[in-house]
């Protein structure tokens, strides 16, 4: 099973501040299914990003998604309110599918 | 619209079995895989596994294999996603989610969230 693993745990940034997501896998994710979630509290997960780096409808373009390989990052070029929240990557490989452990990302 | 809507909170006891559903509608019910994804209280998203609903085939997390049994209603568009032998750690809101198959663009619809609480 292939491990996913995010960091920070938690990043505190003030509104209009840019953020960037690591998520590190123990062994090499095909770019296709390489997907990041975000999450709020009482809420279901909304995907963000699939395939690495599409957005999915109605995203807005400050989200963007990178990466190859074994590392993978989600950028916010500039936070807005509602965009604090935890954010999950997910990858499929080897018939299943797994998590990383979540990145909140919080108001300073 | 789109829209998968699961059924209500359950409380069972350490030892029981727990059937949860999630009915879908606004699409063509047969076009998209259906998964289960659970979280523990305060915790991240785990993977229990999936269903295809054009022919019921299934493919499980390694971990829930042997305790876990998805099957599908093609009349109702409804899924269901039964979990035996309950201990406390199957505490967790239990979430159904769609994936177009082939298509590599994650899971773009989930439910609300179905709570499942095992206690004594």
């Known amino acids: 099973e292939i491990v996913l693993t995010q960091s920070p745990g938690t990043l505190s940034l003030s509104p209009g501040e840019g953020a960037t997501l690591s998520c590190r896998a123990s062994?090499?994710?095909?770019?296709?299914?390489l997907a990041w979630y975000q999450q709020k509290p009482g809420q279901a997960p909304r995907l963000l990003i699939y395939?690495?780096?599409s957005r999915a409808t109605g995203i807005p373009d400050r989200f963007s998604g990178s990466g190859s390989g074994t590392d993978f990052a989600l950028t916010i070029s500039r936070l807005e309110p509602e965009d604090f929240a935890v954010y999950y990557c997910q990858q499929f490989g080897g018939s299943s599918w797994t998590f990383g452990q979540g990145t909140k990302v919080e108001i300073k | 619209q789109v829209q998968l809507v699961q059924s209500g909170a359950e409380v069972k006891k350490p030892g029981a079995s727990v059937k949860v559903s999630c009915k879908a509608s606004g699409y063509i019910f047969t076009t998209y895989y259906l998964h289960w994804v659970r979280q523990a209280p305060g915790q991240g998203l785990e993977w229990m596994g999936m269903i295809n609903p054009t022919n019921g085939n299934t493919n499980y997390a390694q971990k829930f294999r042997g305790r876990v049994t998805m099957t599908r209603d093609t009349s109702t568009s409804t899924v269901y996603m039964e979990l035996n032998s309950l201990g406390s750690e199957d505490t967790a809101l239990y979430y159904c989610?769609?994936?177009?198959?082939?298509?590599?663009?994650?899971?773009?619809?989930w439910g609300q969230g179905t709570l499942v609480t095992v206690s004594p």
């Open positions: 062994q090499s994710v095909d770019n296709r299914h």
């Open positions: 989610a769609r994936e177009r198959p082939g298509a590599t663009m994650g899971f773009d619809y």
């Open positions: 395939a690495t780096s």
